[in-house]
């Protein structure tokens, strides 16, 4: 029998294939390899309200894959942020869900994220603001490690230690794909903890599907007071699918109907008849 916790990640992963062979909406296995990491903040870490989605004080998540927004908008429903459904109007047209987060996006979405590798860089000033106004907030950004080929992250990775900003996390989906590639055949990105490290970051890397790693990983207690954290999440792209992972047709590729009820059937999920 399947966990609260299993079962909720199920449903996500299903409305996420749902989404894309319903939607026509691509970049689906970047969505689906940072699902645990994504559930684990929302549901396990951070400080926020629903109900009062503009808390001066609340934690803020910063997406920086942008192309895996359809993750984002399905966690932000299942926490209550708006009707789970509200999301299967991703992609259509005058909808607040848009293939990447724009200027309409709905409640829970903190940033823009059109042209990757800006969303650390701007967490970055968010987190200084913070310090200086006596914030308790914290800051968490998600990039990928195909955004880590994007020179801004580093400018960014360089100055959050220099300023000590233990306020500041940043999680890599090191799901080693980007769409033209294998990450590290077109950057030289390993090793990846030690890049962190040897930048001043206080960093460890863990297992990206495990919610029980990532829980203890994102604890407040694994904080270093004057460092900022980096948490090298090791992933699959197209994680949970048998069919999608580790595949990257599947950075544009579109399921077919047959897929999405094998889909359903592999997860558990029962599907409404028509």
Request: aromatic content about 8%; overall charge negative; glycine content about 8%.
């Amino acid at each position: 029998m399947q966990t609260q916790v299993a079962q909720d990640i199920a449903k996500i992963r299903h409305q996420l294939v749902e989404i894309s062979c319903k939607n026509k909406v691509p970049h689906l296995a970047c969505s689906l390899s940072s699902v645990e990491i994504l559930y684990t903040l929302y549901f396990k870490i951070m400080q926020i309200n629903p109900e009062q989605p503009q808390w001066s004080d609340r934690d803020r998540f910063l997406l920086g894959k942008g192309h895996a927004a359809a993750v984002l908008y399905s966690v932000l429903g299942f926490r209550g942020f708006y009707p789970t459904d509200a999301v299967m109007s991703l992609g259509e047209d005058l909808s607040p869900f848009e293939e990447h987060p724009g200027k309409h996006s709905p409640p829970g979405v903190e940033n823009i994220s059109g042209s990757l590798g800006h969303a650390l860089g701007l967490a970055t000033g968010m987190a200084k603001a913070a310090k200086l106004q006596g914030s308790s907030a914290h800051f968490y950004v998600l990039v990928g490690d195909g955004e880590l080929n994007e020179g801004t992250n580093w400018e960014a990775a360089m100055f959050a230690p220099a300023h000590q900003l233990d306020n500041l996390t940043v999680v890599v989906d090191f799901n080693k794909l980007q769409g033209t590639g294998r990450s590290c055949d077109i950057m030289q990105l390993e090793d990846m903890q030690e890049k962190w490290h040897a930048f001043g970051w206080n960093s460890t890397r863990i297992d990206g599907h495990s919610v029980e790693e990532l829980e203890q990983a994102l604890a407040k207690e694994s904080i270093v007071a004057g460092q900022p954290r980096a948490i090298v999440a090791d992933t699959v792209k197209g994680h949970g699918i048998s069919f999608m992972a580790d595949d990257n047709n599947w950075h544009y590729r579109i399921p077919t109907e047959e897929e999405l009820a094998s889909v359903a059937e592999t997860l558990g999920i029962e599907r409404a008849e028509g």
